[in-house]
T-cell receptor, first 113, second 115 residues
Framework: AQSVTQPDIHITVSEGASLELRCNYS??????LFWYVQSPGQGLQLLLK??????LVQGIKGFEAEFKRSQSSFNLRKPSVHWSDAAEYFC???????????FGKGTRLSVIA | GAVVSQHPSRVICKSGTSVKIECRSL??????MFWYRQFPKQSLMLMAT?????????EQGVEKDKFLINHASLTLSTLTVTSAHPEDSSFYIC???????????FGPGTRLTVT
């Protein structure tokens, strides 16, 4: 069965510092991979996605993620965090693209001055 | 593009009444829509998948007679919580997907409170 693990429940970074949010998945083949962001009381916004090709994908708001097949990982990065990036981040996978998403439990990002 | 709306954003209802939540894709045709439930500080739990013109597929443990889903058009899906009880209080989020596309676009969510 597919599963997604986000090992960090809560991360705090200083504004301007770099950020890496971890995501590991369990699936026999390469799934379709997504990162979403959710602000409090809001829906989810798609940050970026990976289906195939270049393993480093660029997303919106200055985020990028790298797919590493050998590690079954799809970590999200940003070189310089802004206070407005404080939110909940969800990694998700879909094994065929037409099937429902399987979400990780989320990582809450706090940004301090 | 790819905007999904939900209405209402918040609703308070009395125990025993029914509530309907609408999910609309505003600028694209959504052949598939999904309904999720999210508890405070939790991840999203898939409730059901609906394809336009056919019956919804419910996840295990979700009561289909309690959570009625209709996907009558390519831009609208509705979730009706029937005979609501306080334990149905939650944040309900829908998402929509174009035919042939892989990504889902999410609505802003509906906060349901049953008193």
């Amino acid at each position: 069965a597919q599963s997604v693990t986000q090992p960090d429940i809560h991360i705090t970074v200083s504004e301007g510092a770099s950020l890496e949010l971890r995501c590991n998945y369990s699936y026999g083949a390469t799934p379709y991979l997504f990162w979403y962001v959710q602000s409090p009381g809001q829906g989810l916004q798609l940050l970026l996605k990976y289906f195939s090709g270049d393993t480093l994908v660029q997303g919106i708001k200055g985020f990028e993620a790298e797919f590493k097949r050998s590690q079954s990982s799809f970590n999200l990065r940003k070189p310089s965090v802004h206070w407005s990036d404080a939110a909940e981040y969800f990694c998700a996978i879909s094994y065929s693209g037409n099937t429902p998403l399987v979400f990780g439990k989320g990582t809450r990002l706090s940004v301090i001055a | 593009g790819a905007v999904v709306s939900q209405h209402p954003s918040r609703v308070i209802c009395k125990s025993g009444t029914s509530v309907k939540i609408e999910c609309r894709s505003l600028d694209f045709q959504a052949t598939t829509m999904f309904w999720y439930r999210q508890f405070p500080k939790q991840s999203l739990m898939l409730m059901a998948t609906s394809n336009e013109g056919s019956k919804a597929t419910y996840e295990q443990g979700v009561e289909k007679d309690k959570f009625l889903i209709n996907h009558a058009s390519l831009t609208l899906s509705t979730l009706t919580v029937t005979s609501a009880h306080p334990e149905d209080s939650s944040f309900y989020i829908c998402s929509a997907k174009r035919q042939g596309a892989y990504e889902q676009y999410f609505g802003p969510g509906t906060r349901l409170t049953v008193t």
